[in-house]
Every structure is written in structure tokens, then in C-alpha cells.
């Protein structure tokens, strides 16, 4: 992230069960990474760079990047962050890691990401209402706005 920033590009945001995981400290546990990104070669050659491989496993869906021994994928979705509907101003940015900032989604947007999602295909995962309920529970405070 540091390293794609400070070239000049657009910081990744850190959206989907990544997000729900960071805000519930860990309480739920994310098999991947989902990033939005303007650009998505600059964070991709990045991660390239540190192990990480185009999807090619069998099984799999063949789009993003995943590490070969640490078990992470990564997704960069590029366009607009919920599609334009989001105020940049309410992103957070959360250090991992000395001098490592991760920029994420507030947990209003992961709560309506989660529900959202079960609205749209009740089919994908009928454990998303739990996620934003898990959410919900653990937020120390919540913007009605």
C-alpha cells in the first residue's frame, strides 16, 4: 500500500470481509483481500513483487492474485468506489504495522456492503446478515448520516 501511494497513485481501499475482519478485530476471518483501486497494475506489479501469482489454480475463479505459501488472495476492483456513492471524507485510515496505513471502508459501509450483498443474491451467502449483525455488535460507534 505505502509503496503504491508514494508513487504518486491512489491509496487501495480495503473493502469486503478484509474490511469486517479489521473492524471486528479479528473475530471474522476473511480468506482474501478486496481492494478498489483506480489503477490496478501499479498495487498487482507490487504484490508481484513479493510473491504473490495471477490466480491459476484449478478450482479457483481466474481473476486476482494470490500467495503461494501465506494462503492470501488479493482482488483489485477498479472504478469508483460503491460505484461514486461514498464519502471519501468518512474512509479510515488504520495503521497495520509501523509506517504501513491500510485505508478502509467505515463500518457503516461494511454493515450496508454485508446486507447489500444478501439483498442482491440470497443465493451467494446466507452468512452475510450475521456478518453485519457481528459488525453492528462490535462497533463502538456508529455515524446515522
Known amino acids: 500500500m505505502e509503496e503504491v501511494a508514494s508513487a ?4 487501495p481501499v480495503l473493502v469486503g470481509g478484509a474490511a469486517l475482519e479489521l473492524w471486528t478485530a479479528g ?6 483481500l478486496a481492494l478498489v483501486v483506480v489503477d490496478p497494475a501499479p498495487i498487482e506489479a507490487a504484490l508481484i ?10 478450482g479457483h475463479l481466474l481473476r486476482g492474485l494470490y500467495h ?7 482482488e483489485c476492483v477498479s472504478g469508483a468506489l460503491f460505484d461514486g456513492h ?3 471524507r468518512l474512509l479510515r ?11 478502509v471502508i467505515p463500518v457503516e459501509d ?14 451467494a451467502s446466507t452468512d452475510l446478515p450475521h456478518q453485519a449483525a457481528l459488525a453492528y455488535r462490535l462497533a463502538t460507534s456508529l ?3
Open 8 to 11: 504518486g497513485n491512489q491509496r
Open 27 to 32: 473475530q471474522y476471518i476473511s480468506r482474501d
Open 49 to 58: 513483487a513479493r510473491g504473490f501469482r495471477r490466480e491459476d489454480r484449478r
Open 68 to 74: 503461494p505459501t501465506l494462503g492470501i488472495g488479493v
Open 86 to 88: 461514498v464519502d471519501r
Open 93 to 103: 485510515m488504520i495503521r497495520v504495522d509501523e509506517g504501513s496505513i491500510v485505508l
Open 110 to 123: 461494511v454493515i450496508a456492503d454485508r446486507l447489500g450483498q444478501y439483498c442482491s443474491n440470497r443465493k
Open 143 to 145: 455515524d446515522a448520516t
